[in-house]
């Protein structure tokens, strides 16, 4: 049966388009994020959730934090969820490193090269899809949360969608938005993708959480 996985891309830091803040601790929401992850309540009432994912970094656990708290949910850390290693590049601004040759160079080849001592987007899609088909495997007939971030989300739908992974920088996806894909074992279905508003469509269509004993 299938479960319907809702990837949200964590709400807005000051850092956000900025800086590749990686895998940095002490990244945190500002204000407009914070209320970005209070209106997630509302957005993702018509969804009996059973289980709330997050990637363990702070910005990501703060943005599931609001759901978690009105459904009565522990939100579950998955250090595999957490976005892209920038190696050398952690920290520095998009201005520092978007004219170097070895930026354009990934940006030509997103399959195959590495960002300077960190990951390939190669690795990122794995790692991200092992933890994704673990939740599925964890959750059958239920609708989950997933909160990660921007590349994470744009590669597991690449992957989901049948998409090259050098063609996956023509996805969007925009701080608090959600994505929702249906998996089991055939074919996946994506129903939304960046989506920044309600979801109430998916209200009568959402599977049932797994019952307990």
């Known amino acids: ?12 830091t000051d850092t956000a388009g900025r800086k ?16 970005q992850a209070e209106d997630l309540v509302q957005r993702l009432a ?4 059973h289980a709330i994912y997050a990637s363990s970094l702070e910005r990501c656990v703060e943005t599931a ?18 976005d892209v290693d920038y190696g050398e590049w952690s920290g520095r601004s998009m201005r520092q490193v978007t004219g ?29 899809l092992n933890e994704l088909g673990r939740i599925v495997h964890d959750n059958p007939r239920a ?4 909160v990660t971030h921007a590349d994470p989300i744009r590669l ?27 998996v089991a074992e055939g074919m996946p279905r994506i129903l939304k993708v960046n989506d920044t508003g309600g979801i109430t469509d998916h209200a009568l269509t959402s599977p049932r959480p797994k019952t307990g004993t």
């Open 65 to 82: 934090g609001p759901v978690a708290r009105a459904r009565g949910l522990r939100v579950e850390r998955v250090p595999g969820l957490r």
């Open 20 to 35: 590749l803040s990686g895998w940095q601790r002490g990244v945190h929401l500002n204000e407009a994020g914070r209320t």
């Open 100 to 128: 170097t040759k070895q930026w354009r160079r990934i940006m030509r080849d997103p399959s195959g090269e590495a960002f300077p001592g960190g990951e390939t987007l190669r690795g990122v899609q794995a790692r991200v």
């Open 156 to 182: 597991a739908i690449a992957h989901y969608a049948g998409v090259h992974i050098d063609a996956y920088q023509r996805l969007l996806v925009h701080p608090a938005s959600v994505s929702a894909v249906l």
């Open 1 to 12: 049966m299938p479960t319907l996985l809702l990837l949200i891309r964590h709400a807005l």
């Open 143 to 146: 609708a989950v949360a997933v």
């Open 46 to 49: 018509p969804v009996r959730l």
